[in-house]
């Protein structure tokens, strides 16, 4: 018996569906997941179930929470550990996810994800670039403080799960990266979740499939 379910779009572009996915994957709610195929904007059948139009949207016990991160907020009061336990370093996790939630629209724009394609060298432009380095300083700060292999040391947690799509990004479009960010890059790809979500994605209809994520100007 389920207790609510989690509404998000096609696993291969939707980005902000992985963040809410991955929290609760992480916090083990017990939902059920409502795929509802991208139309590339404005999709009718989201905006008819979601207050605010988008996915991901969590519904859990009577609670109703839309937003990636007040999802990862929610999911993290059933499971605390998902933020590091240190105050400072949690304070830290948080400022990360929140700058990921508000930020990086660039990057979102030049090199959107999709799972399913490689697009090496492009989407380059001056500001995704200047995105792409912010990304790096942020990971490198991270890394270097906790030791890895993820941000905040040895478990992936919500800062990862903020950052998750912007690693399948970097392996689709392929900026150039330094080694700590490669090594990240890594990490998070072996996760069994980002492996299960690919795999998932690999398996949707070919009638989901959107021209203009396929075949990007
Ligand atoms: N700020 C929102 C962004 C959510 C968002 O933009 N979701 C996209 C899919 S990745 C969406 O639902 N777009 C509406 C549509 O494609 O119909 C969040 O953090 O959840």
């Not at 590339?40 to 989201?46: C, F, K, L, P, S």
């Not at 400022?95 to 490689?118: D, K, T, V």
């Not at 270097?144 to 970097?170: K, N, S």
């Not at 998070?188 to 203009?212: C, F, M, Q, S």
Request: charge should be neutral; hydrophobic fraction near 50%.
């Amino acid at each position: 018996m389920t207790k609510g379910r989690l509404v998000i779009g096609t696993k291969r572009y939707s980005s902000w569906s992985l963040r809410g996915w991955l929290a609760v994957q992480l916090a083990g709610l017990e939902v059920e997941e409502v795929v509802i195929p991208l139309a590339g904007g404005a999709t009718g059948a989201i905006k008819a179930v979601s207050p605010n139009g988008m996915v991901p949207y969590l519904e859990h016990e009577g609670a109703r929470i839309w937003e990636s991160l007040a999802i990862a907020e929610y999911c993290a009061e059933f499971e605390p550990s998902l933020w590091p336990a240190e105050r400072t370093a949690r304070a830290h996790a948080r400022a990360i996810a929140a700058e990921m939630h508000a930020g990086f629209r660039s990057l979102r724009i030049a090199m959107p994800m999709n799972l399913g394609r490689s697009f090496p060298g492009r989407g380059r432009t001056p500001e995704a670039l200047a995105d792409v380095a912010r990304i790096e300083a942020i990971w490198a700060e991270a890394l270097g403080a906790h030791g890895g292999p993820f941000l905040f040391g040895q478990a992936f947690g919500l800062a990862d799960a903020m950052y998750a799509p912007v690693v399948t990004r970097f392996l689709t479009w392929a900026p150039d990266l330094s080694a700590a960010s490669r090594a990240y890059v890594a990490a998070v790809r072996a996760h069994p979740l980002i492996e299960r979500w690919y795999a998932e994605a690999a398996g949707e209809p070919a009638a989901w499939l959107l021209d203009k994520y396929e075949n990007p100007a």
